[in-house]
T-cell receptor
Framework: EAEVAQSPRYKITEKSQAVAFWCDPI?????LYWYRQILGQGPELLVQFQDESVVDDSQLPKDRFSAERLKGVDSTLKIQPAELGDSAMYLC????????????FGQGTRLTVV | DQQVKQNSPSLSVQEGRISILNCDYTNSMFDYFLWYKKYPAEGPTFLISISSIKDKNEDGRFTVFLNKSAKHLSLHIVPSQPGDSAVYFCAARGDGTSYGKLTFGQGTILTVHP
């Protein structure tokens, strides 16, 4: 069964360091999402790609976060510098077209900033 | 401004009985609603969805009901099984900003006792 792949599964980093997460969506899925889930809350959208283009990054803290999907396939989310409040689960999801199709999530990356 | 709310943080049910999880929303532009199930340290798994033009969708033990006038949806699980114990998130799509973006509730922890 096709899955959304994410790495690493867990990451511990010191504050002010840089950290990066990688996501490989389900093959053929044009839409890719990065969500952040803080413990006790629901996931919140950080950035949405349609192929290689950003269609929504209104909730992305652009002073420290960046995201790219250069060839419209896999994607990288970067934080620099990391802050204590960035500790959360970072979830990648993909869907066929982003419209009338369900989003499928990867297992996530658990980030702890110390 | 939380547009999707799950007001019950937790629910405890006996095995074999019905579990009813509730969700309220405020944005009338939402056109599609989904339920996701999440185990600890894993990403959300899609369960069932419903379009805003329907009032009921059924899939095996899972049924989702939508009351548009009340801006309320519910997920019924019958019969409940211990393996259903997880966090359940409702999500809504189409908030008027970017198509495909999902807005999640805070989640409800379901515990099914043997």
């Amino acid at each position: 069964e096709a899955e959304v792949a994410q790495s690493p599964r867990y990451k511990i980093t010191e504050k002010s360091q840089a950290v990066a997460f990688w996501c490989d969506p389900i093959s053929g899925h044009a839409t890719l999402y990065w969500y952040r889930q803080i413990l006790g809350q629901g996931p919140e959208l950080l950035v949405q790609f349609q192929d290689e283009s950003v269609v929504d990054d209104s909730q992305l803290p652009k002073d420290r976060f960046s995201a790219e999907r250069l060839k419209g396939v896999d994607s990288t989310l970067k934080i620099q510098p990391a802050e204590l409040g960035d500790s959360a689960m970072y979830l990648c999801a993909s869907s066929l077209q982003g419209g009338n199709t369900e989003a499928f999530f990867g297992q996530g990356t658990r980030l702890t900033v110390v | 401004d939380q547009q999707v709310k799950q007001n019950s943080p937790s629910l405890s049910v006996q095995e074999g009985r019905i579990s009813i999880l509730n969700c309220d929303y405020t944005n009338s532009m939402f056109d599609y609603f989904l339920w996701y199930k999440k185990y600890p340290a894993e990403g959300p798994t899609f369960l069932i969805s419903i379009s805003s033009i329907k009032d009921k969708n059924e899939d095996g033990r899972f049924t989702v009901f939508l009351n548009k006038s009340a801006k309320h949806l519910s997920l019924h699980i019958v019969p409940s099984q211990p393996g259903d114990s997880a966090v359940y998130f409702c999500a809504a799509r189409g908030d008027g900003t970017s198509y495909g973006k999902l807005t999640f509730g805070q989640g409800t922890i379901l515990t099914v006792h043997p």
